[in-house]
């Protein structure tokens, strides 16, 4: 009875096999996985050449040199997002380069979508908190006090997930600062020296607030 039931097993799976074969399925299926696989060695390939390029902008002392490659490394970033939306890198790859073109505004649309939900999560702690930093220092050029209190959330949520960056400290100290959160400022100050004692900014802010 045993043989019975795995045969009639056994036939039954091949007749659903042989059903799904006929409808194509399995080579669909095998076509959808090779694509999205060479979908992400190409969009990791735009990445990498995109980071390259602003590498290199960077680099570069000549202004329009400078600005011409940051243009091509952020349309680069363009083609990795476009073949892999939901990878937070080349969304932040597309900020720093437009910002180094600056376009503050573009940037911190950029640095949006890499932080929200869907994308966030291709994102290791350390590279969170460094995007949140680059999204704080970009929203404190603008000086208005609604940025700067949306600044302060970042590098709150910054330091926490990376508390090893004594720039985020400072500029933390430096946002309590403009909204003249004296204590909050002092503590954010120390913490920049704990992690960085040779912090001459951080030093400095601590002297001259007492």
Known sequence: MVIDLVTQAALILITIFMFLWMQNIPQNLFTK???RNRSSYSAKRHFI?????LAKSRSTKDRASSAKLAKSAAEEADKSISLDPK?????????LALDAQGFSTSALEALDVALSPLTAKTLSDAERGDALFKRAEIKVKGSKRGRVDSAIEDLVESVKLKGDNAKMFR??????????????AIEAYKGALRVDPECIAARDALNRLG
């Not at 990878?87 to 900020?95: E, S, T």
């Not at 500029?171 to 909050?184: I, Q, R, V």
């Open 171 to 184: 500029l933390l100290g430096e946002c309590y600062e403009k909204k003249e959160m004296e204590e909050e």
């Open 33 to 35: 996985l090779r694509y």
């Open 87 to 95: 990878d937070a890198a080349p969304h932040i790859l597309k900020a």
């Open 49 to 53: 050449i995109g980071a390259q390029l």
